[in-house]
Every structure is written in structure tokens, then in C-alpha cells.
């Protein structure tokens, strides 16, 4: 099974895909790769694979990537051996933003698609600005952004609203085991 989690920027994925991962141990993740500097705590191979705007772009022109995208001017991606790989072993979680999840859904319709919303606009905009790790300018982007995507939620399997953490994950685990029941009766899925 291959489940994709994506919603706005700030809305907890990362929190949440942590939770579900250390949860489920079998849950093997998909790590994407990034041509950003990494943020303050963030581990190269776990967080992200940190490489360079060059040895990025180089990989685009190989046709390396499931899908790649640029945000708020830097590049992410997942590499399809990546990707291939883990699938053969088990069941894959990928957390991704919304134009990347719209990617997966045209090469992996299969998949389920899990849209996260925050349970309030001012707790997402808190939430941003709790970061301290973009400017004035590029939070009021991601702000923006965030509240444009969330109307996107509709074009998903799924939607759960990250009220509390504890909640969201049992709410995700309900949904991935649902959905492992239906891949295990119709193999063809996945």
C-alpha cells in the first residue's frame, strides 16, 4: 500500500508522520530530496536528503524523479529507485505538499490520499509564524498558499482536521488499516 499524507504548510505533517512511523514500524518512509539548506534539527537521509541546486536539476534532466516541484524557490522531489524500492518491501508513507500530491495521484491512482486540514485558519497562521525560520514575506506566501490549497481538499480519499495529535494519528492508523484490509482482498491494488 502506498498512502500519501499532504495539506498546507504548518497544518503538523511532519508531527504527525513521526507519530505514525514510530507507531507502526512495518510504515517505511519515503525520504525526499531537497535542494534547501536543512532547517535547525533536521538530519540529512532522515528529514531530507540535502543535495545541490546542480546535482538536482542534473537529476531532472536524467528523468530520476517520480515527480519534483519547486516551493517557495527550492527544489523537492522523490526518486523513483527510491520510491520503487521501498514499495517492493512493504507499505510506504509519503508526506508531500499539495502540488506533489497531485502528481502522485495521476502515477500512483492507487494510492490513498490523505489531506490534512488545521482546525482553524488563525491556528495555521500561529502555527507559521511559530516557525521563526522564514521571513515576514514568506510566511504571508504560506499563508496564502495554505488557505488556496485547502480547497483542494475535496480532490482527496480522505480529509482528517488536526485538532490533537493523538486524535489525528488514530484517526490516520483507522484509515491505513482500512485501507491494508482492501489491499490484501485485491492484490491488483497495490
Known amino acids: 500500500m502506498l498512502a500519501i499524507i499532504t495539506g498546507p504548510s504548518g497544518v503538523g505533517k511532519t508531527t504527525i508522520m513521526n507519530s505514525l512511523l514510530e507507531a507502526d514500524p512495518s510504515l517505511q518512509y519515503s525520504t ?29 534532466k536524467n528523468d530520476e524523479f517520480v515527480e519534483w516541484s519547486e516551493v517557495y524557490g527550492k527544489y523537492y522531489g522523490r526518486l523513483k529507485s527510491d520510491l520503487e524500492n521501498l514499495m517492493r518491501r512493504g507499505d510506504v508513507l509519503v508526506v508531500i505538499d499539495v502540488q506533489g500530491a497531485k502528481k502522485f495521484q495521476n502515477t500512483y491512482p492507487e494510492g490513498v490520499f490523505i489531506f490534512m486540514l488545521p482546525k482553524s485558519e ?25 488557505l488556496q490549497e485547502m480547497k483542494q481538499a475535496d480532490d482527496f480519499d480522505y480529509k482528517v482536521v488536526n485538532n490533537r495529535i493523538d486524535e489525528t ?9 482500512m485501507e491494508k484490509t482492501k489491499f490484501t482482498d485485491n492484490p491488483e491494488r497495490g
Open 32 to 60: 525526499s530530496l531537497t535542494s534547501r539548506q536543512p532547517r535547525s534539527g533536521e538530519v540529512d537521509g532522515i528529514d531530507y536528503r540535502f543535495v545541490s541546486l546542480r546535482e538536482f536539476q542534473e537529476k531532472i
Open 169 to 177: 494519528v488514530r484517526e490516520i492508523q483507522s484509515i491505513l488499516n
Open 122 to 146: 488563525s491556528a495555521l497562521e500561529t502555527q507559521l509564524r511559530g516557525r521563526k525560520a522564514d521571513s515576514e514575506a514568506t510566511t504571508k506566501i504560506r499563508l496564502n498558499t495554505a
